[in-house]
């Protein structure tokens, strides 16, 4: 916001140069295509020539007042195979409103990694140690992460809503798929085998914690 902010006071300080320049009222400028010209006519000067006479320079600082908070859901559907524990995330789809969107791609990919995010928290990642303490997920190889294939599309529902608290509306989508990901999908795999009688799984929801916990609601039932 600073940036658009200092960006406009540039604007500003431009046209208020060009107009001593044009001998043109500051009301009767634009600025466009790099340059500073009268509206409705071809007089006008360059941006480059502008500085070169003399720098063009502001100094601006932003400040919101208070914190914007985006806000969103998501909702997850899983399987699960209860004769092994095994959680496949079926679909998910979600909604995240960040405001005005300034990069659709970049908000986007923000998303999609976000959602993978929470998808391998909620079922896969998992820091194990031995009882000397010593770690037994040191590398990659024995470190828990999904792949394209454990990952379903994921369907984006766009919302925009604007926050007051600065002139562009925009508000943060970084940490937003981490967010409503992971609860959601563990919500789904604990209510996947609710109707056996199993009310929590610890994370990540792996197969043997899904099955232990399957176990354990069967005997308890008897």
């Known amino acids: 916001m600073a940036v658009y902010k200092a960006a406009g006071e540039l604007a500003e300080l431009a046209k208020q140069r060009a107009a001593d320049l044009l001998e043109a009222s500051v009301d009767d400028l634009e600025v466009a295509d790099g340059r500073v010209g009268v509206r409705g006519t071809d007089t006008g000067v360059s941006l480059a020539d502008l500085a070169a006479r003399e720098q063009l320079k502001v100094e601006t600082v932003f400040d919101s007042g208070a914190a914007s908070f985006p806000f969103g859901a998501h909702v997850a559907v899983v399987e699960v195979d209860v004769e092994s524990g095994k959680a496949v995330v079926d679909r998910i789809v979600t909604v995240d409103d960040a405001g005005p969107v300034l990069n659709p791609l970049l ?3 923000q998303r999609h990694g976000g959602i993978a995010q929470g998808i391998a928290q909620a079922l896969f990642e998992e820091v194990v140690y031995d009882e000397d303490g010593n770690p037994l997920t040191a590398t990659f190889a024995d470190y828990g992460f999904p792949s394209a294939a454990e990952l379903p599309s994921f369907t984006l529902v766009d919302m925009e809503t604007p926050t007051p608290l600065n002139p562009l ?3 943060g989508i970084g940490e937003a798929g981490t ?5 959601a999908v563990q919500s789904a795999v604990v209510d996947a085998v609710s109707h056996l009688g199993v009310r929590h799984i610890d994370m990540p929801a792996t197969p043997l914690r899904v099955w232990t916990a399957i ?4 005997e ?3």
């Open 220 to 222: 308890g039932a008897k």
């Open 179 to 183: 967010i409503g990901a992971t609860p």
């Open 169 to 171: 509306g925009a508000k």
């Open 107 to 109: 908000a986007e990919g």
């Open 215 to 218: 176990q354990a609601a069967t």
